[in-house]
């Protein structure tokens, strides 16, 4: 275990080519997110998801396809959690909660599999 000022190892957990992001408008009270109620044929950006984990914290990273250049990330203290939530209508669609040092805001992505089940990437 690293101390104050030592480095940590930052693992790859899982990496899939290809995710949608969807922007939607905010939640209306208490009501179940649905992934039926986005446009799911019109993603508002489209790029690569790595997995990574560093200590006892995972990162949703969402990055550019070809530079790799970082879009967003979600750092991930415990699942289930408030980073990332599942949508009533279906297991492929998660919320990523992202913290912008600027602002909080939210972004809707379409993977394929459960974050942390890592064993099943190749799906």
């Not at 190892?9 to 899939?16: A, D, I, T």
């Not at 179940?32 to 995972?58: E, F, Q, S, Y």
């Not at 530079?67 to 991930?76: D, H, M, R, T």
């Not at 602002?103 to 942390?116: D, G, R």
């Amino acid at each position: 275990m690293a101390t104050e000022g030592q480095f940590e190892y930052e693992s790859v957990l899982c990496v899939k080519p290809e995710v949608n992001v969807y922007r939607i408008p905010p939640r209306a009270s208490n009501r179940a997110i649905r992934a039926a109620d986005w446009k799911l044929d019109a993603p508002d950006w489209t790029g690569r998801m790595r997995v990574t984990a560093r200590g006892k914290v995972a990162y949703v990273k969402l990055e550019d396809k070809i530079s790799g250049e970082l879009f967003a990330q979600a750092p991930v203290e415990e699942y289930p959690g408030i980073a990332v939530e599942t949508v009533s209508d279906s297991s492929r669609y998660f919320v990523l909660r992202i913290q912008d040092d600027n602002a909080l805001f939210n972004l809707y992505t379409s993977v394929f599999i459960l974050v942390f089940q890592v064993g099943e990437t190749g799906k």
